[in-house]
């Protein structure tokens, strides 16, 4: 059974930051480009940032650039996403992403005083 298992949202002031985690399972996790996207209530879900196969490149959304780091761990079959400054226009539902075409439930991220 193909698994893509996110954690680490959560409620965070602006200016916090949080690590988000997505373990893989059930595919060859390293063959794989991995991504995390966003989608929060009325608004259309948006990539958030893109790690190639073996990490050697990165994309991410300019809204984020400089402040949220995508980096995976093959070993692991894990990718994760270091998000730095928050904003409350980053609150959303975080999904994790595999290019063979395989979706995370997702974590809720809430950016809020």
């Known amino acids: 059974q193909v698994q893509l298992v996110e954690s680490g949202g959560g409620l965070v002031q602006p200016g916090g930051s949080l690590r988000l985690s997505c373990a893989a399972s059930?595919?060859?996790?390293?063959?794989?480009?991995m991504s995390w996207y966003r989608h929060a209530p009325g608004k259309e879900r948006e990539l958030v940032a893109l790690?190639?196969?073996?990490?050697?490149?990165?994309k991410y959304a300019d809204s984020v650039k400089g402040r949220f780091t995508i980096y995976r761990d093959n070993g692991k079959n894990t990718v994760y996403l270091q998000m730095n400054s928050l904003k409350p226009e980053d609150t959303g539902v975080y999904l994790c992403h595999a290019w063979a075409g395989y979706w995370g439930q997702g974590t809720q991220v809430t950016v809020s005083l």
């Open positions: 790690i190639s196969s073996v990490g050697g490149s990165t």
């Open positions: 059930g595919f060859t996790f390293s063959s794989n480009a």
